[in-house]
């Protein structure tokens, strides 16, 4: 979990573990390993060089979906879920965010590569990425809408707002099939309502993120609003 550019990410790791190494790179924070101590921004998931090894870049760490939601809605979903305890050992309080108001400002706290200002710079979007490209589906429009057909390159996604957690789902519709949203459930063409992490459709990893942290990695994101 990245909180300067509110995004979150699960990794499978393989034998190695995973560590914060103190850098940032577009407010991004970057995870070394130990097996190699090669260096790896969060939003990439793509190795870099870094100054203490010379490992080459160009790696990429297979991901799976994580949904960045509340305690009261996931619990509502799976309510045996256990929770880790706030109960360290170590003197801190975890109910006071560092941050402060650092969500709503429009600054950030260091600069970005690249910068966009067609929305605000916090404002959310979901993203995903494909062999083609980037795409990007604002908030607002997936709220809405609740499932947005997009493109990126030649390859037909599908955008789906799983409003159970509040997040995305993302999946290939090679076919362009027609899915229509109906509250929680998500309807076929021939009228059999799925969950919106059930779709008979090939799940894409997507991820929330502000859109300055989403632009300043893929400034070539299509934009869907």
Partial sequence: YCPLTGTVQGFL??????????????NNLIMYDRALERWWPQIAATSIPGPWDDTPGGATLQAFDVAWTTLGQWQSLYPDTEVLSTDTGYARDYNTDPYGNYYERENTIFG????NDRYHPKAWVYGA???AGAVAVTRDLLHDAGTVPVRVGE????????ARLDTSRFYRNPEETEFDHDGTEIIGPDGTAYAPDSLPLDPVVSMDAYWFAWFAYYPNTVVYE
Avoid: C, K, P, Q
Wanted: charged content about 25%; hydrophobic content about 35%; glycine content about 10%.
């Fill in 13 to 26: 790791r393989g034998e190695t573990t995973f560590g914060v190494s103190g850098m940032l790179v577009n």
């Fill in 112 to 115: 970005n590569i690249y910068r």
């Fill in 129 to 131: 990425r494909t062999e």
């Fill in 155 to 162: 390859r037909s996604l599908l955008a789906v707002h799983d």
